[in-house]
Nanobody, 124 residues
Framework: QVQLVESGGGLVQAGGSLRLSCAASGRTFSSYAMGWFRQAPGKEREFVALITWTSINKYYADSVKARFTISRDNAKNTLYLQMNSLKPEDTAVYYC?????????????????WGQGTQVTVSS
């Protein structure tokens, strides 16, 4: 069983920064690609970023490219999302998730384990 626990969310002014963390249980963390998603009120959950297990490849949604950075520390079983230049439209609950494998990574059904989410609110 895999458990994912996000932390680091909060309230920040536009232009500010936050760093989210996702602590994973289990010994298989380093074997899987990991992703971040977000869900704003009344909207579908959307892909934010993915990092492969080696950290060699990283992929971002266009809306966060050049502002957000995904990283991981396999020794600590922890995934990170550094968010800079935050905008009010970044307000959402942010989730980390384990990718099941395969070529596609933006769809929710390509992930098998999810955290409970952490709220990020960006004020204007």
């Amino acid at each position: 069983q895999v458990q994912l626990v996000e932390s680091g969310g909060g309230l920040v002014q536009a232009g500010g920064s936050l760093r989210l963390s996702c602590a994973a249980s289990g010994r298989t963390f380093s074997s899987y690609a990991m992703g971040w998603f977000r869900q704003a009120p009344g909207k579908e959950r959307e892909f934010v970023a993915l990092i492969t297990w080696t950290s060699i490849n990283k992929y971002y949604a266009d809306s966060v490219k050049a502002r957000f950075t995904i990283s991981r520390d396999n020794a600590k079983n922890t995934l990170y999302l550094q968010m800079n230049s935050l905008k009010p439209e970044d307000t959402a609950v942010y989730y980390c998730a384990r990718h099941k494998g395969g070529s596609y990574y933006t769809a929710v059904d390509k992930y098998d384990y999810w955290g409970q989410g952490t709220q990020v609110t960006v004020s204007s």
